[in-house]
């Protein structure tokens, strides 16, 4: 790829563009359970003031997707990772992911995400990465009874 992708740090002024990301990420993973914009931005205010590293990726003054993530226990634990949908399958999903590979992910620590089962999208774009299964959620729906 001739154009080159650069990844930032989110600034706090950046949090409302990040919560429409965010939101139409839940809506292309089809979340369950969506949350409301003001839930959102107020989350995404917060991540950016430390929970998490938020990032954002951009060609030039474009913004082309942005990655949440942060150490735990467990490993590197990304959270949230998008493309922006006019820019898809074009190659700039793996390449920030080899960029955050390169640059970001510490290199002693597994990193880890969650997909949901039908999300084959992102199931097929995480595999073809290399990443494997290792793990099912499994959740009781509110209003359900244990049989
Ligand atoms: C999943 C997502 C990040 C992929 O980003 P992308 O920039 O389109 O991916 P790339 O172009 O880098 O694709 C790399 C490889 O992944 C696989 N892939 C990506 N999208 C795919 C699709 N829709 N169907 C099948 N395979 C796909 C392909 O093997 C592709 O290589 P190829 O284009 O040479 O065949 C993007 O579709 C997205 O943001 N989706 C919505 C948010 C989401 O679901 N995030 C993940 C949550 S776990």
């Not at 154009?3 to 965010?22: G, S, V």
């Not at 939101?23 to 205010?45: K, N, S």
């Not at 949908?85 to 074009?90: F, Y």
């Amino acid at each position: 790829m001739s154009e080159t992708l650069r990844i930032d740090r989110a600034d706090i002024a950046e949090a409302e563009l990040l919560a429409d990301l965010n939101l139409q990420l839940m809506v292309d993973e089809e979340h369950p359970y969506p949350l409301e914009r003001p839930i959102v931005v107020a989350r995404m205010r917060r991540w950016i003031a430390g929970e998490y590293q938020v990032l954002l990726f951009r060609r030039g003054a474009r913004v082309a997707g942005y990655a949440v993530w942060r150490l735990e226990d467990r490993g590197a634990y990304l959270r949230h990772f998008f493309i922006c949908r006019d820019q898809r399958r074009e190659g700039w999903g793996r390449a920030a992911m080899r960029l955050l590979v390169r640059d970001v992910f510490p290199k002693d620590q597994p990193l880890q995400l969650e997909a949901s089962t039908w999300n084959t999208r992102a199931l097929d774009f995480w595999h073809a990465l290399g990443f494997k299964d290792i793990a099912i959620a499994l959740e009781l729906k509110v209003g359900e009874s244990l049989k």
